[in-house]
């Protein structure tokens, strides 16, 4: 377990040091904004610099910006997830702080490019071990709860947001490479994580109430019990059928492990549902 842990944390941090040599070595300069919260810090460092004459660097922006979206993600979604997160966003204001703010090319279109390649890389991997850069990836998963409507739908109306601003606060242009970036690095991290997607897990266990009451304790998930039995032992069982996002499948992994190690669980890819898909404040009936 400990060389589990061991490993989401060094993977976690090199995501934030790819997504900090992303702005700091592409983006920032070419006025190219990222995607979530980091476009939104790269874009209040831009405006108190240029029209209020205050230096505060896009790092430093950007874990302000983080500090109350961990206290809702660790109350809404999940203690694990928004650990990680933080251990992410931290890492990633300390590599900004660090690195040279600098452009390692004057061509625009290539720091959208590899800027966005380069970010993406970073988000996906840190998404793929349940963990995220924080920011909009927290707000997106409360209020999709909320509405049950896909996280993608808030992430392209916050990055609609700041594309609008960068035409309107700079050159129209601005606002063009990065729409470049921010498709380049959605296709990237889609690639390596499709992070809106929801799955199944159809988890086998004596522990059946055990891990319901753990798992109600952690997400706002229903969770269907069926009776079960071992071909092979005859041993009589319960199947525990559940649909969650991507975002809680590493929390669900640990609950399992920490309640019953010895469950046999199957996580599939969910297509598509209908009906009733559980939202915060909802009972089950």
Known sequence: MFFIEAKRIVTVILGALLLAVSLNLFLINANVYASGFAGI??????VLSDFAGITVTTGVLLLVLNVPVFILGWFKVGKGFTIYSIVSVIFTTIFMEILPVMS????????AVFGGVIGGVGVGISLKLGASTGGMDIVAMVLSRLQDKPIGTYFLLL???IIVAAGFLYEPENALYTMVALYVSTAVIDAIHTRHEKVTAMIVTRKADE???AIHNQMVRGITIMPAKGGYTKE?????????????????EKIINEVDPNAFAN???????????R?????IT
């Open 41 to 46: 810090a790269q874009l209040l460092s831009s």
């Open 104 to 111: 390692l090319s004057d061509d625009i279109i290539l720091n």
């Open 159 to 161: 990055n609609g947001i």
């Open 211 to 213: 891990l319901q009451e």
């Open 236 to 252: 009589e069982k319960n199947m525990m059928y559940l649909v969650i996002t991507r975002y809680e499948l590493y929390d669900l």
């Open 267 to 277: 996580i599939v890819q969910t297509v598509g549902i209908f009906g009733f898909f």
């Open 279 to 283: 939202r915060e404040g909802q009972s």
